[in-house]
């Protein structure tokens, strides 16, 4: 009885001699250490001071006593983060709402309305007048740009796409009194003909259209008269041809 409690109690000493090898062996190390992070702050400025952002961790190295030491973290921080631009205070306004822009259109036709208004009768300008109006009354293309001009200088406005503009400018058209036509007068055809080119007949019948519409009993004086009428006529008359083709040349131009 007794050599069988001796077995018993061998056998359990050895199953506890086993544990305690497995869970030696199976009992894994620990070991601790600790580590200390730096926060080390950077203010980046260019050479006129001014500080700026957007900067990324690789730009940076960081060196204790010579050594390169590992940036674990970085962030930037205060104002150089970026911040969003802010919003307009202006109502934005709907798609369907929003027009397209107007587009701009080169002026590619000039029209110019010339008045001779050294010439022309009252009754007369009234109807051109009108007749211009009835013209522009749907207004104009947006490659159009209209001018008013008139012989005497007196009235005129530039090319321009302002229709309000212009139909103002055009009711201040009126006749210019006419100048020197002799007293009695001198049609222009018969003054250029005998000015340019030297009728003697013109000169003839004028001589007597002045010694009858004036009375005259001498026919030299009513010559001296009708040669000067003739002259000063045909003289204003050239000024007047020579102003309207200067006139039409800068519209031209």
């Known amino acids: 009885m007794r050599s069988w409690t001796f077995v018993m109690f061998a056998i359990a000493l050895a199953a506890l001699a086993q544990t305690g090898e497995v869970s030696t062996r199976e009992e894994t190390p620990t070991f601790q250490s600790s580590v200390s992070l730096v926060r080390v702050p950077v203010v980046v400025r260019d050479k006129q001071g ?29 104002s150089a983060v970026a911040k969003p631009a802010a919003k307009s205070a202006q109502p934005e306004i709907p798609a369907e709402l929003a027009g397209e ?37 749907h207004g104009i293309p947006p490659q159009e740009r209209i001018a008013l001009v008139t012989l005497s200088g007196r009235v005129s406005i530039p090319f321009t796409d302002d229709l309000a503009k212009f139909r103002e400018t055009l009711m201040k058209v009126t ?48 010559n001296t008269i009708a040669t000067a009428t003739l002259t000063q006529v045909g003289n204003e008359g050239l000024r007047e041809a020579t102003a309207a083709f200067d006139v039409l040349n800068s519209v031209v131009r």
Request: with cysteine.
């Open 50 to 78: 001014h500080s700026f952002g957007n900067l990324q961790k690789q730009d940076f190295q960081l060196a204790d006593h010579g050594k390169l030491q590992y940036v674990s973290q970085f962030a930037l921080e205060g």
């Open 101 to 137: 822009a107007p587009k701009l259109v080169a002026p590619t036709r000039f029209v110019a309305y010339v008045f001779d208004d050294l010439h022309i009768k009252m009754e007369e300008l009234v109807a051109t007048r009108a007749a211009a109006l009835k013209h522009l009354e």
């Open 175 to 222: 006749p210019v009194p006419p100048p020197f036509q002799g007293v009695p007068p001198a049609r222009l055809y018969m003054t250029d003909q005998y000015v340019m080119h030297g009728r003697d007949d013109v000169l003839q019948v004028q001589t007597a259209f002045t010694y009858t519409c004036l009375n005259l009993t001498n026919m030299d004086l009513a």
